[in-house]
């Protein structure tokens, strides 16, 4: 389901058709895939000898493209910085009708609208509730200054530690969505509970993470929100869930896997990936993209592959595979601590009660005294300020 088109950010990327002979050190998972492949009209006078070389293409992309794509990182440390995204759009006019938006002029990434109206959909088509509400989507920087500003002045703080300051929330890439519940005359934040955890146990399937848990806030350097999500694409939504991390881990986790000793995945069972990272050159003002030969047979259909940008230094790129190397393991998908498999806690929204200065207890657990329930109310979703991140 919900199988995006491998398009998106290839699409502005010049495909230069340079085919070179890269001479591959010995890389397994790469060298022997090829062997057929030798028809080059390149010129290849010079590496005549060479046994174990692999067909490679390069794609050239612009430096500024860093801060273009599905796994861009927003933080505290990464500006958002693309104030151009050409995908926003009106969500109201692009919406399914399984849900609903706090406000008609709204926007959002388009991709992200797909994956809510899918997400939504089957949400509604399971349980029948369609009472769920987009609350706060795409915000350009004045918009997050405006908010930022008038934090400051009602808390009288010289920081916010409740909305994220402008330039750094990921509210700004379009591709983050607070969800809320229309329950007739509130609006509490969408929470793991009840009915609502299937969201939660489903996003990844559609492209998206919860981005703030209480297990990664110490990495985020933000509170734990149950209500924000983030679209990263399901490949990668999918082992952010099984791993267990964050954004922030998952992306360092990845710059270790480059061209020549890459990640693999498999997504399912009939579905795998090849996943590696590309250093931004430095020296110029592109970088060019090492990608498998096969990623151009059939203008891309049997292999495709895309580019995004990290906002910080580099470009992930993510390819789509036949096969798995006989020598896969998951192992990886252990590494920080989770279990492989479903690690969204039940109760990963914030245990601190933000409420308390800012008035409105919302929820129907706002009175509740239960220790793991812990009875704050995490989102004043019933006025626009929502959430700040
Ligand atoms: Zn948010």
Known sequence: MNKRAMTGFSSAIMLAF????????????????????????????????AVTEVPSVYVEVQNSDIHRGDLILVNRDNEYSDGSNPNIVNIYENKSDSYKVDRSYMQLDKTMIEAINSMLDDFAAKTGITN??????????????QMYDEDLENTGL??????????????????????????????????????????????????????????????????????????????????????GV??????GFIKDFQYDNPLEYKYSDTEFYRIYYVPMDMTS??????????????????????????????????????????????????????????VMPS???????????EGETI???????????????????GNDEDTGW
């Open 18 to 49: 340079s085919l070179m002979l890269t001479s591959c050190s010995g890389s397994q998972s790469d060298a022997g895939e090829n062997s057929e492949t030798a028809e080059t009209e390149a010129p290849v006078t010079e590496v005549t000898e």
């Open 132 to 145: 769920i509400l987009c609350n706060s989507g795409y915000r350009s920087y004045d918009e997050q200054k």
């Open 158 to 243: 010289l920081e916010s530690d409740l909305v994220a300051p402008p330039g750094h929330s990921e509210h700004h890439t379009g591709l983050a969505m607070d969800f809320a519940i229309d329950d007739g005359y509130e609006y509490p934040a969408l929470r793991n509970e009840g009915e609502y955890s299937w969201i939660y146990s489903n996003a990844a399937k559609y492209g998206l993470i919860l981005r703030y848990t209480e297990q990664n806030k110490h990495i985020t350097k933000y509170r734990a929100e149950s209500w924000h999500f983030r679209y990263v694409g399901p490949v990668h939504a999918s082992m952010i869930y099984r791993m």
């Open 246 to 251: 964050a954004l922030e881990q998952y992306e």
């Open 285 to 342: 003002e592109k970088t060019s993209i090492p990608i498998p030969y096969e990623c151009l047979n059939n203008n891309g259909a049997e292999w495709p592959y895309t580019v995004s940008g990290n906002n910080s230094d580099g470009f992930i790129v993510t390819v789509k595979i036949p096969e798995l190397s006989p020598d896969y393991d998951e192992t990886f998908l252990y590494m920080f601590g989770a279990g492989g498999e479903t």
């Open 347 to 357: 109760d990963d929204y914030s245990s601190e009660d933000i409420s308390s200065s």
């Open 363 to 381: 929820g129907e657990n706002a009175g509740e005294d239960s220790q793991d329930e812990s009875g704050e109310a995490e989102n004043e979703a």
